[in-house]
């Protein structure tokens, strides 16, 4: 049954089409059967009571003309027991099965706290845009309260396609403002939506997400969230994270501005039943000017610094002119602290470092900086980190007082650190195993304040204790003022990170256990593409995706005359050719290329997706950025040439390609 709120309404009526209530709050206290709905129509109502939503009641509207201003005050008391809309059970993993969507809320800087879900499961919120509450926006609470373990989880909440801003702005953030918080949650959704802190005087801006205590299988996804570059000394921070107990995903994100994006804090951060307790891919994480980082900030990425971090990967993120993007250390006091299994691979760190010297900041810095803290398994696998013009920074900042074992740095490419090197490790306590192998280490330079025998070129420093079981083995090493000039990664451009064909890093990687095409891994992030002919060369068979000599169009064989499938005369099984290529940094890259120069050059070549200009040689590039989703087929036409490209749980994601410059 549905139910009406109206400008023209009045709370004496009975809420039907025809005598709609005037208020939600009233509304909320009359309609308690489930699946019953309120619908708001278009206008705005002034509420300053609160509106106590029952259990299987929605609430609809007619999108942002449906405008609440709520000036409910409460506070947040470490509960969220009250809020403007409230929907709020007396005991754990109650079953909502209700929905909030297509209304505007706003608190006009006077109402406390905008949607509190509490101790309920099974809640969308959608389509919902929430602005200018003094303390937050949207808060799921799983359990009754938001520091404690609840006795059954809240599952199954989710919310999307919603803009929530300029919530949070009392002091800081230790008090819990922000745009969105929660806990107690197993398998919430927080996707395809806008969350903007940016929007109040400097120190009254707080977090983006707080993902308060004991929350595990939530994904966030496709968001997009802004933080002000400096915030005037206040915590400035989009994300902070407490206790998580297995299963978080962190993916397909863009971050501007903020000091630090992810602080992975707490008691504990474990994997529990899942295979992780973190996984961080596919994000972007710029500044707010799209400038450097000045003396202003410290601009983090990740921060992994609760006491005990295990089982973390981070990986086909792409970190964009930053001060700093990853550090791995100790937060919140002296004590026992303990990291294990990180893994850091696949990503692009551009444009790394402040633009004043004074500000020595690192791109990964591992800080273990009490005597019975302890590190261990931690890899850094093809990696490309190539530094801002200043170079005034170190690549990688090491530094001991307990202990380290097994650090693995391999297969990486890092690039211009004309300061500090690319690897400094200070080591007052035990290290032991410390493997640098297969790098592309290319004008990094070690020379801060003239040091004796300077300056050097491309290697470890090292100060302090012994490192046992030390490796420095197949790096190439060179200098852009060496004569010839050898060792460039030759990257197609300086904003386009993947390598040319020529490129030294091309087979020199050494097999870590990451998708690879040709005789060996490459270094850096992104892996030279298949080369796949036009004319002339029979595909190999690959049974995972079509055997040519089947003349199966649909796998890869042969084309039978028809045009759209292949050479419409000659059934060439080169020109319809499956693609079985390893994906990495959301890239797949097609190289098309003749024996010999096309002998009539197209004016383009497209595909049903998108258009590409060739250059007017034998040789076509063409990056496609896909993601773990559906597949795609597609077909590429030069001329009267088609091929049939065929990548298995793919689709195109044309927006982060341009995001990339790609």
């Not at 060439?572 to 097609?590: E, Y």
Request: overall charge negative.
């Amino acid at each position: 049954m549905t139910f009406y709120i109206s400008n023209s309404g009045n709370n004496l009526n009975d809420g039907s089409y025809a005598n709609p209530w005037a208020s939600l709050s009233y509304a909320c206290s009359q309609v308690t059967l489930p699946d019953s709905i309120i619908f708001v129509r278009a206008g705005m109502y002034i509420e300053p009571n609160e509106c106590v939503l029952n259990v299987g009641v929605s609430i609809d509207g007619e999108g942002d003309t449906s405008v609440i201003v709520s000036h409910f005050t409460t506070t947040r008391d470490g509960g969220s027991n009250h809020g403007s809309i409230l929907l709020k059970s007396e005991t754990d993993g109650v079953n909502g099965n209700q929905t909030i969507r297509n209304i505007k809320l706003n608190g006009e800087n006077i109402g406390s706290l905008g949607i509190v879900v509490k101790r309920r499961s099974n809640v969308k919120i959608h389509n919902v845009n929430i602005n200018d509450f003094y303390i937050n926006g949207v808060t799921f609470c799983g359990s009754l309260s938001l520091y404690a373990e609840p006795s059954i989880y809240a599952t199954n909440n989710e919310i999307y396609d919603c803009s929530i801003k300029y919530c949070g702005q009392e002091d800081g953030t230790w008090n819990g403002g922000g745009v969105f918080a929660c806990s107690g949650q197993e398998g919430l959704k927080l996707h395809n939506s806008t969350l903007d802190a940016t929007g109040h005087a400097q120190g009254h801006n707080g977090n983006t997400l707080q993902l308060e205590y004991y929350n595990k299988g939530c994904k966030i996804y496709n968001n997009k969230s802004y933080k002000p570059d400096y915030d005037g000394g206040a915590w400035n921070f989009h994300m902070e994270s407490w206790n998580v107990v297995g299963g978080m995903e962190l993916y397909d994100n863009e971050f501007i501005g903020g000091e630090y994006v992810l602080d992975v804090a707490g008691q504990f951060n474990l994997k529990g039943d899942y295979a992780y307790s973190w996984l961080i891919h596919d994000n972007y994480f710029t500044t707010a000017s799209g400038d450097f980082m000045g003396p202003t900030g410290n601009r983090m990425a990740i921060v992994l610094e609760g006491f005990e971090v295990y089982d973390v990967k981070i990986y086909n993120n792409h970190f964009n002119k930053l001060r700093k993007a990853i550090g791995i250390w100790e937060g919140g006091g002296a004590g026992s602290s303990s990291k294990q299994r990180i893994s850091i691979y696949d990503n692009l760190f551009e444009g790394c470092g402040s633009v004043a010297g004074q500000y020595v900041e690192q791109c990964f810095i591992i800080n273990n900086k009490y005597v019975d803290s302890s590190y261990s398994d931690i890899s850094f696998y093809n990696n490309t980190i190539v530094a801002n013009q200043y170079g005034l920074i170190p690549g990688i900042d090491i530094s001991i007082a307990g202990s380290i074992s097994n650090l693995n740095i391999k297969n990486n490419i890092i690039k211009g650190f004309q300061n500090w090197g690319f690897l400094s490790v200070h080591n007052t306590g035990i290290f032991n195993g410390l493997h640098v192998d297969n790098n592309l280490l290319y004008d990094n330079v070690r020379d801060k304040y003239g040091l004796s025998g300077g300056p050097y070129h491309n290697t470890v420093y090292f100060t302090g204790n012994t490192v046992t079981n030390y490796t420095f083995l197949n790096n190439i090493t060179g200098m852009s003022t060496d004569n010839p000039d050898i060792h460039n990664p030759l990257f197609v451009s300086s904003t386009d990170f993947r390598l040319q064909r020529n490129s030294p890093a091309v087979d020199k990687g050494v097999n870590v256990g990451l998708a690879y095409t040709g005789i060996a891994p490459d270094m850096g992030a992104f892996e030279y593409s298949l080369n796949l002919p036009i004319g002339g060369d029979t595909p190999p068979e690959d049974p995972s995706t079509g055997d040519p000599s089947t003349g199966d169009p649909s796998t890869g064989g042969p084309s039978t005359g028809d045009p759209s499938t292949g050479d419409p005369s000659t059934g060439d099984p080169s020109i319809n050719s499956p693609i079985n290529s390893p994906i990495k940094n959301n890239i797949l890259t097609v190289n098309l290329y003749a024996k010999n120069p096309f002998p009539n050059i197209p004016e383009d070549i497209h595909s049903e997706l998108f258009r590409y200009e060739p250059a007017t040689t034998n040789q076509v590039i063409i990056p496609i950025d896909v993601s773990n989703n559906p597949p795609f087929t597609t077909r590429f036409y030069a001329g009267n040439l088609a091929f049939k490209e065929q990548q298995k749980n793919t689709k195109m994601k044309l927006a982060k390609a341009k995001r990339r410059g790609l």
